[in-house]
């Protein structure tokens, strides 16, 4: 199957900081997902971007399919940020079906 | 949006007994909806796929007998864990993509739900 990798597998920020967390798959996907997970264990989606820049507020996204690997920036950091961050490429399992394989995280932590 | 919605949120139970984790989809229907596990600190595992109208399809190392799935109509899977014991605690999760592709919010995820056997 599918392999995900996500660096840096942990982060620490002050405050106000920027950061760029990075997720690299092994394989063709049809899309890609980045979700944060909340200290109650909650999985927020953040962005489903199978190619493109898309941005949110303070948070985008770019994933360059042709070169396997997605980015997630993270501007003007805010406690609340923190949590752990997941990306998952979209991958056909067969039986017309798909199913996201999820890489280990980055656990996020800003300090005020 | 999209929303799943999960119970039990937190459940404890003895060892022996079974447990029933209920996951539906309330503004949108779902013919697949998944169901993963976490264990503490670690990434989400998939156990299987839930098919409306037809047997769940199962991950490698997955005991279908223990990992009851049913998907009986397409807002409602539930994942039964029968004769629990202190190895199956874990956090389960499951999620749904809508079926018709109305709402492009991609795979959404339920809240989880922290099974405690003692």
């Known amino acids: 199957g599918i392999q995900v990798e996500q660096s840096p597998p942990d982060l620490i920020l002050q405050e106000g900081a920027n950061s760029t967390l990075r997720c690299n798959f092994s394989?063709?996907?049809?899309?890609l997902q980045w979700f944060h997970q909340n200290p109650w264990g909650q999985l927020i989606n953040l962005f489903y971007?199978?190619?493109g820049t898309k941005q949110n507020g303070r948070l985008s996204a770019t994933t360059v399919a042709t070169e396997r690997y997605s980015l997630l920036y993270i501007s003007s950091s805010q406690t609340t940020d923190s949590g752990v961050y997941f990306c998952?490429?979209?991958?056909?399992?067969?039986?017309?079906?798909?199913?996201?394989?999820f890489g280990k995280g980055t656990k996020l932590s800003v300090i005020p | 949006g999209a929303v799943v919605s999960q119970h039990p949120s937190r459940v404890i139970c003895k060892s022996g007994t079974s447990v029933k984790i209920e996951c539906r989809s309330l503004?949108?229907?779902?013919?697949?909806m998944f169901w993963y596990r976490q264990f503490p600190k670690q990434s989400l595992m998939l156990m299987a796929t839930?098919?409306?109208?037809?047997?769940?399809?199962?991950e490698q190392g997955v005991e279908k007998d223990k990992f009851l799935i049913n998907h009986a109509s397409l807002t409602l899977s539930t994942l039964t864990v029968t004769s629990a014991h202190p190895e199956d605690s874990s956090f389960y999760i499951c999620?749904?993509?809508?079926?018709?592709?109305?709402?492009?919010?991609?795979?959404?995820f339920g809240s989880g739900t922290r099974l405690t056997v003692v």
């Open positions: 971007i199978p190619s």
């Open positions: 998952a490429p979209v991958s056909y399992s067969g039986a017309g079906s798909y199913q996201l394989t």
């Open positions: 839930s098919n409306e109208g037809s047997k769940a399809t199962y």
């Open positions: 503004d949108f229907q779902a013919t697949t």
């Open positions: 394989d063709s996907v049809n899309n």
């Open positions: 999620s749904a993509r809508d079926a018709f592709g109305t709402v492009n919010y991609g795979y959404t």
